[in-house]
């Protein structure tokens, strides 16, 4: 194998220079700006959203006294306390009831709506009825009602029905709720789904729930995914009606961390504690399912 080397240059002659480099465009020098401001911004707004939080773990870590000074000492001792008094070793109720019902109940509902949403989204997108848009509208008018308007008669439809403190009475009412916005967002979903796949099948023989089950939800699977995320979070956080309809056998996990403010004061390391501890299902199905919901919400949800 040979090199070439370059053949040195005439006595008396200068070397040849390197061809300067072309200039950058101005609108690419601009371009780079804006990418870069853009990235400083996304940076800026995404701490402002992860201090709170990090403050609410950092606090859950510190004693009740060191929790409680103001301005809050950052170099005050670490200690577990918090978390052991959040889980009953001081004596107070356990945590695992309230967190127990609302995994149920928002695995539950999330799983009917589901069940429910996805025949009514294929209904409304590819099989569309008449007045389709005027039905998913109607959908979503039913959003637009104060909780607390339809509040007292829920609540009396529960004491005379003999469902209040009833955690199956919460998986009704999570999977009311949570329905309308489920279909309009696989509505959306489903209204990308070739019509073609749908049509060969059929000529294959399969019937509804064949297509349904093997050629539309895998095609969708991350908007079912991102559409099962949003409405367990939805579940897990309502404490509305929890509180209203639930006292002890079907106490919420976000029920039972009200219950740390008491006339005594407010103890602000355990309650950033259990908020620690209640978050964390949520976190971590959201992270789970993040690229699937990333790829969910691009379908057309957001558009």
Sequence with gaps: MTSTVPAPAAPGTAPAR????PAAHPDLRRTRRRNAALGLLAWVVGLVFFLPVAWMVLTSLHSEADAATNPPSLAAPLT????REFFGAGGGASP???LINSAMASVFSTAFVLLLAFPAAYALSIRPVRKWRDVLFFFLSTKMLPIVAGLLPIYLFAKNTGMLDNIWLLVI???SMNLPIAVWMMQSF??????ALIEAAQLDGARLPTVLARVIAPVVGPGIAATALICFIFSWNEMLFARVLTSVTAQTAPVFLT???TSQGLFLAQVCA????ISLPVLAAGFAAQDKLVQGLSLGAVK
Excluded: D, K, M, N
Aim: proline share 19%; net charge negative; hydrophobic share 45%.
């Design 18 to 21: 390197p061809a300067p480099r």
């Design 80 to 83: 577990l306390e918090g978390y």
């Design 96 to 98: 695992w009831p309230p």
């Design 173 to 175: 009412l999570y999977t």
């Design 190 to 195: 489903l209204a990308e789904v070739p019509t």
């Design 259 to 261: 219950g740390f403010i």
């Design 274 to 277: 259990a908020s620690v501890v």
